[in-house]
Nanobody, 119 residues
Framework: QVQLVESGGGWVQPGGSLRLSCVASENIFRSNTMGWYRQIPGKSREPIARITTGSIKSYGDPVKGRFTISRDADKNMLYLQMNFLKPDDTGVYYC?????????????WGQGTQVTVSS
C-alpha cells in the first residue's frame, strides 16, 4: 500500500518561512530518491527538490539557496524547509518518489499541502 501525506502548508508573508512534512509508506521511501514537487496556479506540476537515499540533494533554480530538503529514514519522513518565501512560491506542494510512484501505470499523488505567500 502506498501512502504519501503532506502537511505544514499555510499562509505566510513574503520573506517568511514554512516547513513542510511528508510521511511516506516504507515500501517506497526506503529505496527511492524522494522529491518535492509543486503546482503553481496556471502551470503544470514541477519538481523543485530531490534527495537520494544517500542524502545527496539537488534543487530547481527557482528555489535554490532558499529551500532545503531533508529526510529521516527512521521515520519515513521527508521535509522541506522553505525560507525567504516569495509570492511566486504560492501553490500546492507534493512529495513523491523521483520519478513519481506509478499505480496501474498512472502516477499516484497525495492530496498536497497549500502554501500561500502574500502580504
Amino acid at each position: 500500500q502506498v501512502q504519501l501525506v503532506e502537511s505544514g502548508g499555510g499562509w505566510v508573508q513574503p520573506g517568511g518561512s514554512l516547513r513542510l512534512s511528508c510521511v511516506a509508506s516504507e515500501n517506497i521511501f526506503r529505496s527511492n530518491t524522494m522529491g518535492w514537487y509543486r503546482q503553481i496556479p496556471g502551470k503544470s506540476r514541477e519538481p523543485i527538490a530531490r534527495i537520494t537515499t544517500g542524502s545527496i540533494k539537488s534543487y530547481g533554480d527557482p528555489v535554490k539557496g532558499r529551500f532545503t530538503i531533508s529526510r529521516d529514514a527512521d521515520k519515513n519522513m521527508l521535509y522541506l524547509q522553505m525560507n525567504f518565501l516569495k509570492p511566486d512560491d504560492t501553490g500546492v506542494y507534493y512529495c513523491n518518489t523521483v520519478p513519481e510512484v506509478l499505480i496501474n501505470s498512472r502516477a499516484y499523488w497525495g492530496q498536497g499541502t497549500q502554501v500561500t505567500v502574500s502580504s
